[in-house]
């Protein structure tokens, strides 16, 4: 019998698969389908401190590695994700869950974690600073070391829970940024978020998105994500949530060699609902194929040798 | 609505009309449960699945009429009977039958036609008197309008160009119609703005929105309604009337 | 009858497809298989001042949306090129061809475009500047705005011949990058080249490239590239040659109107040989479609409206 | 060498031995022109061609064994006859059967045993006396050893686990020969290499290598000999003893 378990920032895990945030909703969409405990844990919808209807539509286009997105973080806004989601999820889901966070600046990313830190359904506090910095002429937080340390600094003032960076592959150095979240007193980072890109609808000669852009994501970015965690592995000593494209047990098991300790699954939740039900299944068979009996063993292992 | 994942299995697709095919499956069809629910296709070569609204369905079978637009749905064309699909079933809200009064209207244009012969299917079926205002481009792109015949409605045409019944839009042929008790009406955007204008009764819209999911999970479909936000996929893609936001 | 013809920095071009660099040898295998004078032009593989071999092998892997490759730039050096590579081009290709450059260090560009500016045969010269400046510690020259300007000024120095600088998609701000280009006297940008990626062989549970990291190419970066050239047309005045991931002509048509002059196609010929005999022939009948008359109304015009 | 691309339809795709399949071919083979040369399959959803040898050929047919390793190979097998497949034909330079002497050795591990059997059939036709030596991990994966037989040619295999034949590598069956006037050969490297150090005459070898385009267009395939660099794809796959550098 191999074993699956993995531990993400001191809370044990039955498998490494978590739903990456924004392809899971709030859980309930899935759990209709099978029965999410069986995942490892999930991160649910990136919330805000007020509600968000999000972009205009149309919100999604396609390519021929996956989906773009250009959502903008449609949420209730974290008080009804308190009042209203988390005691809903607590019916479907009993282990701890992935808060997922955003902002538009670091008083807002502090309030909204110290917010969902009192939450006990709360496993770790994921924090997406991929988003645009509004104080700061519009740039990512993620997009410079400085901006991203200045966020953990701030949530880790808020919180004793594990905190999770969550970083854009639009870095221009994704390794130093993860660097400057760990000496910030990040518990772990999480990588990659969807990547900018564009479609033009030709017929109306106008970008297809109402947003201009949007993020690319889906199996087209995996060898993107591989690179950028196993940088951001010789980088930090924290443990890594490696996403970007997953789609197979096999996936797994490569993000795991270049350095992740567990694995987010997104684009593929939306295509095949029982994506990540398939993917843990699969993964004693996959695992036994490869001569691994405990998957902690090969993290990073592509490093060695 | 509850989701099901299944494998159906062409047995026919066959142009209907100028780029407009028909598409019989068989196989598990038993998470339909209203006219104006759509399915989610997966084709072979694209990541994103394809939503088309459910025609007709009975048990085991299921009708879809699908309009070749760009690349996965001229790749649908060359589906032949065997292939199985892997699709996702019922999907959406679909129309509440039991709004209709004794003379529901039916307004439909294009490919917003199809989830319309479902429906007046079981209208008729409930002895109601349906009438069906259907708009297209042109006489060549004219389908399913015998079929609504053969049910017993009443069937007014429009095309844009004169080449077939009334010259004009779907809003042409509903003037004609005055004693109607309720509206049930899909097709293009302009096109429902215009008949939520004429409209002079309560009524369902449908509404198509690109899709990242089609089950709730992604909020790519969101739109905003005087009820609050919702999900074209799953909170629709029948609004009512009276909760539109234009 | 439509109108293909575009003109790229001053050389009027029967169309804009443009073999990119590295995928298309120095045309006579291309040669062989079809008349390669219907091609706007072609882009040769990059010439550095020294032969080189390139990387170990394996170069080549594969993902969802195209392929990773670590060639590595091997190619038989500059002098090779002008002695026998130009000589036996002549015998199957009579338009300006675009001579493709790489370097690294600011004085080996400078080099090499001198000497290639003296060769006839030579339209263009492109200026690939993502490779490592390895007096820079090794960053890509393309990865900030002032080493792009730098090797620009050098080479503006020794030709007057039109140069097209080469950008990288990992430039944090490519656009920044293609403006100081502009500053320094470039003639055009070409963008994007190649993203750098990885896999890992499960079985050997190590990096599958001998060179640990390849560069993404391929319909998987199409979106990418379409938001790159949309977001420098914006920044410069110069024109761009448009690449990543095209395939069909309708891909042609959607860079050019996020703002691409002309048009680069790499991975789409090493899987289809005929791929650009094959997007020219479509072209016209592409162009009728969406009822574009000539080629050049189009450039940019997803920009108005 | 001569690319030509071309439509092949398969006619059959059987399994021979674990994970070792045949898959014949129609079509035009006419850019084939000598054995150990290969085609590049274009396999739906998958971007990069795959590179198989040619096992044996005659005008309009072509068969080729594969063995299943990953995606691409693991989809080959679902290839039912009738299938269109979209095939670069005439790739690589094959081996020079004029080279051969009276009594060529063929020494062949796992998949790279196919293109000997089409040079096996080449060289018996030309009247010469042929031994190979086919080497295998265990009885069960065993294939074309009967057909080399019933060319005439003399057998001995070799497997690693000693369930069939001589137990040890191929090199253990080479050095029950004496006589070979040249060898040729085809197999995994570490093979070829231990092949090289026992072989006692001149000889070609094939090499394997990841590839990009597989006619010489890309460089992803390059390796340094004592005659500069070669492309596997083109100058090679075979390339004499005399310039191999390991
Ligand atoms: C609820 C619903 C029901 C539908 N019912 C029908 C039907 O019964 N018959 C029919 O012919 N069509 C129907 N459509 C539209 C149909 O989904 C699109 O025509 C189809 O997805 C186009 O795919 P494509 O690959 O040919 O086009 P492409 O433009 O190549 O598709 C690219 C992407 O955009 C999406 N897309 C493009 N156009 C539309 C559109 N108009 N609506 C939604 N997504 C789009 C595609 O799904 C795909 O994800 C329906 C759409 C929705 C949302
Ligand atoms: C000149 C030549 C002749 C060959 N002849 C045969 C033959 O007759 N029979 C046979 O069974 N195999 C042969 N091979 C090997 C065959 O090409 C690979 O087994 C096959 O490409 C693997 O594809 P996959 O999708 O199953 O593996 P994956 O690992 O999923 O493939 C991923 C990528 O790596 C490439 N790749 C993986 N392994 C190899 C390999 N060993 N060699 C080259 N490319 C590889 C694939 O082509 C693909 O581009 C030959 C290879 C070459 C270069
Ligand atoms: C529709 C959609 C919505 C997303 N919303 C969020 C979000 O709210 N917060 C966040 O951190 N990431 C969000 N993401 C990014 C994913 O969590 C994930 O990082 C990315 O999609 C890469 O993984 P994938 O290729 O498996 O999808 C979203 C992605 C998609 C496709
Ligand atoms: C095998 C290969 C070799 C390449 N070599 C070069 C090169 O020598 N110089 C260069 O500027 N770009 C090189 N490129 C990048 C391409 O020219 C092009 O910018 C990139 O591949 C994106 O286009 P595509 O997606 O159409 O391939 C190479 C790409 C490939 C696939
Ligand atoms: S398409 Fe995903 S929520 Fe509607
Ligand atoms: S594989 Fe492209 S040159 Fe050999």
Chains 1, 3 share one sequence.
């Not at chain 1, 498998?15 to 969409?29: D, H, K, L, Q």
């Not at chain 1, 970015?221 to 490696?242: C, D, H, K, N, T």
């Not at chain 2, 409209?199 to 089609?214: A, D």
Request: net charge negative.
């Amino acid at each position: 019998m191999v074993n699956t378990k993995v531990t993400l920032c001191g809370i044990e895990m039955d498998n490494p698969i978590i739903p990456a945030s924004g392809t899971f909703g709030f859980g309930y969409e899935f759990a209709e389908l099978y029965d999410i405990n069986m995942l490892g844990t999930f991160s649910f919808k990136g919330t805000t401190r007020e509600p968000r209807f999000g972009n205009p539509t149309p919100r999604i286009a396609e390519y021929a590695g996956g989906l773009l997105n250009a959502v903008g973080l449609q949420n209730p806004g974290v008080d009804a994700v308190i009042e209203t989601e988390l005691p809903k999820l607590k019916q479907v889901f009993h282990k701890p869950v992935m808060a997922n966070i955003s902002g538009f600046s670091v008083a807002e990313y502090a309030e909204v974690c110290e917010k969902l830190d009192a939450q006990e359904q709360v496993g770790w506090l994921e924090v997406n600073i991929s988003c645009p910095n509004v104080h700061g002429g519009g740039a990512a937080f993620g997009a410079d070391p400085k901006s991203a340390a200045e966020v953990t600094k701030a949530v880790r003032a808020v919180t004793k829970k594990p905190i999770i960076l969550k970083l854009s592959p639009t870095a221009a150095n994704i390794a130093a940024v993860a660097k400057a979240c760990e000496d910030e007193g990040a518990d772990g980072v999480s990588l990659i978020n969807t990547m900018p890109g564009m479609r033009i609808d030709l017929k109306r000669r106008r970008p297809l998105l109402a947003n201009t852009t949007g993020g690319m994501s889906g199996p087209g970015m995996f060898p993107l994500a591989v690179r950028m965690v196993y940088q951001v592995y010789e980088a930090v000593s924290i443990p890594i949530v490696g996403m970007g494209g997953v789609t197979t047990a096999e996936d797994v098991i490569e993000l795991m060699l270049a350095g992740a300790t567990a694995i987010g699954v997104g684009a593929a939740n939306l295509v095949e609902p029982y994506a990540c039900k398939t993917i843990i299944e699969n993964l004693p068979a996959v695992m036994e194929r490869y001569g691994i009996e405990n998957l902690t063993e090969i993290i990073g292992g592509a490093h060695h040798g | 609505m509850i989701v099901k994942q299944t494998t159906l299995t062409v047995t026919e697709n066959t142009g209907l009309a100028d780029g407009i095919y028909r598409l019989r499956l068989v196989g598990d069809t038993s998470a339909i449960t209203a006219p104006g629910q759509f399915v989610n296709l997966k084709l072979s070569g694209f990541f994103l699945r394809r939503p088309i609204s459910v025609c007709d369905w009975s048990d085991g079978e299921l009708t879809l009429i699908y309009k070749v637009l760009g690349h996965g749905t001229e790749a649908m064309t060359g589906m032949a009977p065997g292939t199985e699909l892997d699709v996702l079933t019922g999907l959406g809200n679909g129309y509440d039958v039991s709004r209709s009064g004794e003379h529901p209207l039916l307004v439909g244009g294009g490919v917003g036609i199809p989830p319309l012969y479902g429906l007046a299917k079981r209208l008729v079926a409930q002895g109601k008197r349906v009438t069906a205002v259907l708009g297209f481009n042109r006489a060549s792109e004219i389908f399913l309008a015998d079929e609504f015949r053969a049910l017993g409605a009443e069937v007014i045409i429009a095309t844009a160009d004169g080449s077939a019944g009334l010259k004009g839009l779907v809003t042409d042929g509903m003037a004609a119609v005055s004693d109607y008790t309720y509206l049930y009406t899909c097709g293009p955007e302009p096109m429902l703005k215009a008949v939520y204008s004429a409209c002079k009764t309560s009524g369902q819209f449908s509404f198509e929105e690109r899709m990242g999911c089609g089950f709730g999970a992604c909020m790519g479909c969101s739109c905003k309604t005087k009820y609050g936000n919702k999900r074209i996929c799953k909170d629709g893609p029948v609004l009512e009337k009276e909760e539109i936001v234009w």
